[in-house]
């Protein structure tokens, strides 16, 4: 596509819930990130994916949050048993070439309550 | 690991002015990358300007410079004959040079500067 895609783009959760928040990145891109961008702060860094696999995951809170790239291009992250800590703008990223900075998508703000 | 400060939480200037936002970073490294990014209320972050340590040249990118000092560290984003629709959130970031492009060596950004372009 054009640009980098998220769905949905607002999502409203109880606490304990289940949530999966989609990437489709920019064709060809084979980088792809996740950041969380906390009420007031920068975006943080949460997971990396080249291509298919996840190349630093350093980022992930907890062993509730998890990533998917199955085929290289659309990603999921998944949340389990949410907490209302996880409150944020998620936001998705791909790049062609290292150097040249990441290209965005508007995010998906999760609100759980 | 690389930080970034930007030390205004908040700056108004009236439309057609110019203003200068603050930015400072810590690295040891010697080759690496400086960005501004704008992000405005949609949330989608968008590149203004971009900036490669080994380049001694400002970065222009017409209303938008950069005032970039490698020893000091400081990277600042000055913004010509601003315009309502500059009105935004302003992230500094740093990315190391060299790296596979994600995690503690992608991009790293400053907590932001909430802009306000008064008509």
């Known amino acids: 596509g054009a640009g980098v895609s998220q769905t949905p783009s607002n999502k409203v959760t109880e606490k304990g819930k289940y949530v999966e928040l989609r990437c489709d990145p920019i064709?060809?891109?084979?980088?792809l990130y996740w950041y969380r961008q906390s009420l007031g702060q920068g975006p943080e860094f949460l997971i990396y994916f080249q291509g298919t696999g996840a190349a630093d995951d350093s980022g992930l809170p907890n062993d509730r949050f998890f990533a998917v790239r199955p085929e290289g291009s659309v990603s999921t992250l998944k949340i389990q048993r949410t907490e209302r800590g996880d409150s944020a703008v998620y936001l998705c990223?791909?790049?062609?070439?290292?150097?040249?900075?990441?290209?965005f998508g508007s995010g998906t703000r999760l609100t759980v309550v | 690991a690389q930080t970034v400060t930007q030390s205004q939480p908040e700056m108004s200037v009236q439309e057609a002015e110019t203003v200068t936002l603050s930015c400072t970073y810590d690295t040891s490294e010697n080759n690496y990358y400086l960005f501004w990014y704008k992000q405005p209320p949609s949330r989608q972050m968008i590149l203004v300007i971009r900036?490669?340590?080994?380049?001694?040249q400002n970065a222009t990118e017409n209303r938008f410079s950069v005032n970039f000092q490698k020893a000091a560290k400081s990277f600042s984003l000055k913004i010509s004959d601003s315009q309502l629709g500059d009105t935004a959130m302003y992230f500094c970031a740093f990315m190391k040079h060299g790296s596979a492009g994600g995690g503690a060596d992608g991009l790293t950004f400053g907590k932001g500067t909430h802009l306000i372009i008064q008509p």
């Open positions: 064709s060809g891109h084979t980088a």
């Open positions: 990223a791909s790049s062609l070439q290292q150097g040249y900075g990441y290209t």
């Open positions: 900036q490669e340590a080994y380049k001694q």
